[in-house]
């Protein structure tokens, strides 16, 4: 069984500064991970993913992730926020056979001017 | 353009009335989902379908059903079993060998009167 932890379902920074979303993830087997962006009344659209390639992964918008499996931890990061940033933003991890994407809860980012 | 066209956008209901959400893809991809996102929990797996006439259940089935018929469609019902049904409700698909990277569409708002 896989499962995904968010850490803040809020988060609030100031345009230019650095974003960080945390993600912790349960696997009993080696995971995909994945981070979504939602922007209102739309559907999620992939920012990156981590498939056991390199463990820093980059995504649009110089979003990127770093996998630390003695962490259990996929973070995202961004060192520069822009207004256009905010949405929401969902982990995710793909494990095993039963191919089924479990999300986490989900964090708001807002930017503040 | 290739994609995921979910109808329709806004959808109210009377309480005991069944109500079915369209789901269509011409991406020629294999495996499809539908997820029911309620704020601050995510997005839940209500049911899923690998190929033609074959689905599986998600995590929250009661008071659902599908068909997949076709490749390219993945009809929701939303029955009057369903206890609480207002919700946004997302459609996505994948190819077969894809690893968790799904596709989208832009959901669909159900709200019961």
């Known amino acids: 069984a896989q499962s995904v932890t968010q850490l803040g379902s809020h988060v609030s920074v100031s345009e230019g500064a650095l974003v960080l979303l945390r993600c912790n993830y349960s696997s009993s087997v080696p995971p995909y991970l994945f981070w979504y962006v939602q922007y209102p009344n739309q559907g999620l659209q992939l920012l990156l993913k981590y498939t056991s390639a390199a463990t820093l992964v980059k995504g649009i918008n110089d979003f990127e992730a770093e996998f630390k499996k003695s962490e259990t931890s996929f973070h995202l990061t961004k060192p520069s926020a822009h207004m256009s940033d905010a949405a929401e933003y969902f982990c995710a991890v793909w494990a095993g056979s039963a191919r089924q994407l479990t999300f986490g809860s989900g964090t708001q980012l807002t930017v503040l001017p | 353009d290739g994609g995921i066209t979910q109808s329709p956008k806004y959808l109210f209901r009377k309480e005991g009335q069944n109500v079915t959400l369209s789901c269509e893809q011409n991406l020629n991809h294999d495996a499809m989902y539908w997820y029911r996102q309620d704020p601050g929990q995510g997005l839940r797996l209500i049911y899923y379908?690998?190929?033609?006439?074959?689905?599986q259940k998600g995590d929250i089935a009661e008071g659902y059903s599908v068909s997949r018929e076709k490749k390219e469609s993945f009809p929701l019902t939303v029955t009057s079993a369903q206890k609480n049904p207002t919700a946004f409700y997302l459609c996505?698909?994948?190819?077969?060998?894809?690893?968790?990277?799904?596709?989208f569409g832009e959901g669909s708002r159900l709200t019961v009167l």
């Open positions: 379908s690998q190929i033609v006439n074959d689905f």
């Open positions: 996505a698909s994948t190819p077969a060998q894809n690893t968790g990277e799904l596709f």
